[in-house]
């Protein structure tokens, strides 16, 4: 199964932010930092690429520490590029946008004249909402743990000179990295009708197994270890099943309920009862790209075989579809 989920709401906000970048000084990019990459979208990457950035990697407080200072130091070594870690539920944290910002485009902000204009964006569920309540010190945007809550475009004044724009979350229309949208399910960053808990519980498990493989037997009790008889790996939903056996998930008949156990682990791994855990290193990230890139090129050629010969419809390019801009809004911009 491949995670996809692309509602209308996003095609607009993709839109709306291709008219309003070239009036911007600034754009932030809030990050998982359990899943830095798989969870930085590629189109905005497009969108911004002539704007200085400051990529946000939030959450922090539920990632592996050494991995996160392994991203930072990789996005920190790209020109016009800043990035830092934050935990939403500290306030003070959040502050540390502001000076960040400033040094991205120092000739702004300080003035009603030549005010910060910063855009903020991300993808669902990503923490931007609870980031900027706090930052406000109140709760004037939408919050909640649930993907696609922001709908509309809002924008606050942080301090003098310096506006902050916030947008709806945005994923992109087709992911190519396999693994990315599993991991994005596995945060809650896609609506839950778009994947199956128990085929997300145990990619998570294949991974977890291997790279966490304490954090699992400390928080389920697996007296046995993750190991069978023979003293290999269990697999994974082997695993699960052992997992739902000690927390209880059990129906009437005194079986496994895997539906249950699948909830219980997801559940885990985002609250961070499960530890603090990052799903993916830089150099994983590199090769699970070159394999998603290869996967989709062959796929396309696929596509481009089966219209010559008449069993599709090829679709037309990109400039030749029908525009779907939304109604034109008053900026205040």
């Known amino acids: 199964m491949a995670v996809q989920w692309f509602p209308g709401h996003m095609h607009l906000t993709r839109q709306a932010i291709e008219d309003r970048i070239k009036q911007v000084d600034v754009v932030i990019e809030m990050v998982d930092a359990r899943l830095p990459a798989s969870s930085a979208n590629p189109l905005l990457a497009q969108l911004t690429a002539k704007r200085p950035r400051l990529k946000v990697l939030n959450k922090q407080d539920l990632a592996d520490p050494a991995r996160t200072?392994?991203?930072?130091?990789?996005?920190?070594?790209?020109?016009?590029?800043?990035?830092?870690?934050?935990?939403?539920?500290?306030?003070?944290?959040?502050?540390r946008l502001i000076a960040p910002c400033q040094e991205l485009a120092p000739t702004r902000g300080g003035s009603l004249s030549k005010p910060m204009r910063v855009l903020i964006c991300g993808i669902p569920n990503v923490g931007k909402s609870t980031l900027i309540n706090r930052m406000i010190g109140k709760s004037a945007a939408k919050a909640a743990d649930e993907a696609g809550v922001t709908r509309h475009e809002q924008r606050y004044v942080l301090e003098d000179g310096f506006y902050l724009y916030d947008t709806p979350g945005v994923l992109w229309p087709r992911i190519i990295v396999a693994q990315s949208g599993y991991w994005l399910a596995a945060s809650g960053a896609v609506g839950r009708n778009a994947f199956d808990d128990e085929e997300v519980a145990l990619e998570l498990l294949d991974y977890l197994k291997l790279a966490y493989p304490q954090l699992l037997v400390a928080r389920y009790g697996l007296n046995e270890g993750l190991h069978d008889v023979d003293d290999k790996v269990l697999e994974s939903d082997a695993l699960l099943e052992a997992i739902g056996r000690t927390r209880g998930a059990l129906t009437a008949g005194g079986k496994?309920?895997?539906?249950?156990?699948?909830?219980?682990?997801?559940?885990?791994?985002?609250?961070?009862?499960?530890?603090?855990?990052?799903?993916?290193?830089?150099?994983?990230?590199?090769?699970?790209?070159?394999?998603?890139?290869?996967?989709?090129?062959?796929?396309?050629?696929?596509?481009?075989?089966?219209?010559?010969?008449?069993?599709?419809?090829?679709?037309?390019?990109?400039?030749?579809?029908p525009s779907k801009k939304p109604t034109p809004r008053r900026s205040a911009w």
């Open 69 to 95: 200072a392994s991203w930072l130091a990789q996005y920190n070594a790209n020109e016009g590029m800043r990035a830092i870690a934050l935990d939403t539920t500290d306030g003070q944290a959040a502050r």
């Open 256 to 321: 496994v309920n895997l539906q249950k156990t699948a909830e219980l682990l997801l559940h885990d791994f985002r609250s961070g009862a499960l530890g603090r855990i990052t799903l993916e290193t830089p150099e994983e990230y590199v090769l699970w790209l070159a394999e998603g890139k290869k996967l989709d090129a062959e796929r396309q050629l696929r596509k481009e075989a089966l219209a010559q010969e008449g069993h599709i419809r090829p679709r037309p390019p990109a400039s030749k579809l």
